[in-house]
Structures are given as C-alpha cells and as structure tokens.
C-alpha cells in the first residue's frame, strides 16, 4: 500500500505463461530482493500466489520498453528502415 493507505495499482498485472527462450544472467542481490518483493505485492494484487522472481523479469523488461517513448521512436525508425530495403 502507498504511504497514504491508499492502494497503488502496479505496473504488471497476471504473468502470461509463454514459451521461454533461455537466458542466464546474474544480478545483483538487492535487484533479486526487490524481484522477491515485487512478486510478494503482485500476488495482494491480483489474489495469486507470489511468482517465482525468474518469471517477473521478463514482464517488467516488456512493460520498461513498451514505456520508453525514445525505444519506440528508434524501434519504429529501424523498422521502417528495414522495411524500405
């Protein structure tokens, strides 16, 4: 909950379960607490227990590109340019 009482609405909502591409990265411990945590508040929101913070990676990647209006601005230049060839 916020510090006001009010409830916050998060960023990521249901994890979808799609076909993984494997990856192996190493992060730091205080990114992986805050993953554990992130998973904890997920699981209050949407009345489903805590996902594994391994499946929230790549929702939160998703929804930080999805957001970055510089990313897309480029994403859509390179995809027209890539078009015209």
Known sequence: ??????????????IEDEK???LTVEL????????IAYGQA?????S???PEPVKLIAPILARFMATD?????VRKRLA???GSS
């Open 1 to 14: 909950m916020a510090e006001d009482g009010s409830r916050s609405k998060l960023k990521l909502g249901i």
């Open 20 to 22: 993984p591409v494997r």
């Open 28 to 35: 730091p411990a205080a990114v992986h607490r805050d993953l």
């Open 42 to 46: 997920l699981a209050q929101e949407t």
């Open 48 to 50: 489903q227990s805590a």
């Open 69 to 73: 209006r510089a990313f897309m601005r």
């Open 80 to 82: 027209a340019r890539s």
